[in-house]
């Protein structure tokens, strides 16, 4: 009997495995991390044309489900592979795996596809790449149109730097010049071509990226880490506009309203547009690339904000190699806001910089990360005023010297944030959720280093607050200002590019706004904010150059003081 019982629990434990095994799972999406090998050859594809989908050796790499509106409004239906596991789709840049090198060492029948259904593009041709660690080359894919009906597709290789910069300190960049012509169909006055020049944000030349023709590319030029605005001049001195994920932003003037084009709504070309802000980091190599794009917003005069796409060339930021993070250096500069003697600043007894005079700054220098002594000294040497820090990595400290409520002088230390980032949330809130970038900042810290006045308020015209981008304060960084205490929380006023005003001084007191008008203070214009009005041909003038700024009222008294700009990026 007992026999009988253990036969029969072994047929059942059987029918439950056969069962077990024809109860299957049918998966159409694995999220786990890609574990398969990928190694990289040296060829890398920089998509300029903004090509979704990918095709090597006839195996589809992307996942070529077509946009719904090309992802610009809701959700987009997508989905991830092996070799673009987050989303199923190229971005920027793409290092090909070596799976796809031939014997020969050559990757073949590269093609690229849109499947758009905004801007539809067809099949590129096929294209080839060569793999070679001795001689790496990026492959720009770009996309120009010499009339309506045609599109001319080509894979330009272009040699690829990947040697660190002779000072650590320093980054490597270049301009590689992909524009295309206009055709006839292009808008006047917006299509910038011809031979192009890297400029700082004031519009000045940087030396040895000047007048790269069409089709070729400037050599790698070495330039300490820092925060930048690099523009990109045409041959006629107008700026090239910066490529945005925003598609507003490719072109500035429905975002900001101050870039039109003749013939456009009757608007004149101010000559500014978009141009990114960035932080190159040490050790870093990157490109700045022109190249034809069709998604180039330009207003109509519509005062509902009407715009209308067209092409024209937009330059991209690009990372030659995986960009290091900075774990050893900080910037610091200085400014004098002491009036009647020449100020020498020290950091831990070595010059910062030369003597400066009153109102002067000096340039950022580079400093590792560790404790310094900051001392501020007169003509003669004798010491003005000093103070301790720790600088940290990536720090970027302004030290302002100024006179103090009891007449002596004293120094004030300001951390500056120049990454476009800032907190919006609710309070107890992960901020993590709430961290947004603006890409066309018009950032403004203010100071009160006026020794007379304990306490000021800023204002725009008639006394009135500013007026701050949606979803940010300026009420801290602007009201009730304290002699020598620059504002830690919600440090700046971050103000809509676009309209224009004045900034006056009030002496406030607490529980008082504005206060008492400083009227012998001189009102600062919107157009102050320009660095070099003689780079704009036309008029009027812009309203102003984005940028992150320090607005401080200085003078020893309320008599003579004065307010100063001083622009940290450049």
């Known amino acids: ?59 589809k790499l992307t996942n070529f489900i077509p946009p719904d509106i090309d992802g610009y409004f809701g959700a987009d239906q997508t989905r991830g592979t092996i070799y673009f596991p987050e989303t199923g789709r190229m971005g920027l840049t793409y290092a090909i795996p ?21 801007n539809g593009l067809p099949e590129s041709r096929r294209f080839r790449a060569k793999d070679d660690f001795n001689d790496p080359h990026d492959y720009y894919y770009v996309r120009y149109r010499p009339n309506r009906a045609t599109y001319l597709d080509s894979l330009i290789a272009v040699p690829r730097s990947v040697s660190p910069p002779s000072n650590p300190a320093n980054f490597k960049i270049r301009l590689v010049n992909l524009s295309s012509p206009p055709d006839a169909f292009s808008v006047a ?11 700082w944000a004031d519009g000045t030349p940087v030396t040895g990226v000047q007048n790269v023709a069409p089709g070729t590319w400037s050599d790698y030029i070495e330039v300490p880490y820092g925060t930048y605005q690099f523009k990109v001049m045409d041959a006629d001195g107008r700026e090239v506009q910066g490529n945005s994920s925003f598609p507003l932003n490719t072109i500035t003037g429905t975002l900001m309203d101050f870039y039109g084009s003749p013939g456009v709504g009757g608007r004149s070309d101010t000559w500014l547009t978009y141009a990114p802000f960035k932080t ?17 917003v330009i207003p109509t005069g519509n005062p509902n904000g009407e715009t209308v796409n067209t092409e024209g060339n937009t330059f991209r930021i690009i990372t030659d190699i995986s960009e290091p993070v ?17 100020v020498q600043w020290l950091v831990n007894e070595k010059p910062l910089g030369e003597s400066l005079a009153f109102t002067r700054q000096t340039a950022y220098e580079l400093y590792i990360t560790g404790n310094y002594t900051i001392k501020a000294t ?95 304060s300026a009420t801290k960084a602007t009201q009730h200002i304290l002699l020598g205490q ?5 440090p700046y006023a971050q103000l809509l590019l676009n309209i224009p005003g004045q900034i006056l001084v009030y002496q406030s007191t607490p529980g008082v706004l504005p206060g008492n008008w400083q009227q012998q203070v001189q009102p600062l214009k919107s157009t102050d904010f320009i660095a070099r009005t003689d780079l704009y041909k036309t008029t009027p003038l812009p309203n102003r150059e984005p940028g992150f700024y320090t607005v401080a009222l200085v003078g020893k008294t309320a008599g003579n003081a004065r307010m100063i700009i001083v622009k940290h990026n450049k």
């Not at 799976?99 to 499947?115: P, R």
């Not at 620059?486 to 919600?490: A, G, L, N």
């Open 486 to 490: 620059p504002v830690t929380i919600d």
């Open 1 to 59: 009997m007992k026999m009988k019982i253990a036969y029969t629990g072994l047929w059942l434990l059987a029918v439950l495995c056969i069962c077990a095994c024809k109860k299957k799972q049918d998966f159409e999406y694995d999220n786990r991390p890609n574990t398969e090998p990928l190694t990289a050859s040296s060829a890398r594809i920089v998509n300029m044309a903004g090509a979704p989908q990918l095709t090597i050796n006839g195996l």
């Open 98 to 118: 070596l799976q796809f090198v031939n014997a020969n060492g050559w990757i073949d029948s590269i093609v690229f596809n849109s499947l758009g259904k905004r």
């Open 378 to 472: 007169d003509k003669n040497g004798a010491l003005l005023a000093q103070t301790t820090t720790a600088l940290q990595p990536g720090d970027n400290i302004t030290a302002w010297l100024y006179t103090a409520k009891d007449g002596k002088a004293a120094i004030a230390l300001a951390a500056n944030n120049l990454s476009s980032k800032y907190y919006n949330g609710n309070a107890g809130e992960e901020g993590s959720y709430s961290m947004y970038k603006e890409t066309t900042p018009n950032w403004i810290r203010f100071l009160n280093l006026c020794a007379e006045l304990d306490e000021i308020t800023f204002t725009t015209n008639n006394g009135q607050p500013f007026v701050p981008m949606s979803g940010s």
């Open 189 to 199: 006055g917006v299509y910038r071509k011809g031979p192009m020049s890297l400029a």
């Open 326 to 342: 900075n774990t050893t250096y900080a910037r610091l500069q200085a400014v004098n806001t002491i009036q009647g003697t020449g």
């Open 280 to 296: 190159f980091q040490p050790g870093g190599i990157y490109t700045i690339a022109v190249s034809m794009n069709y998604d180039c």
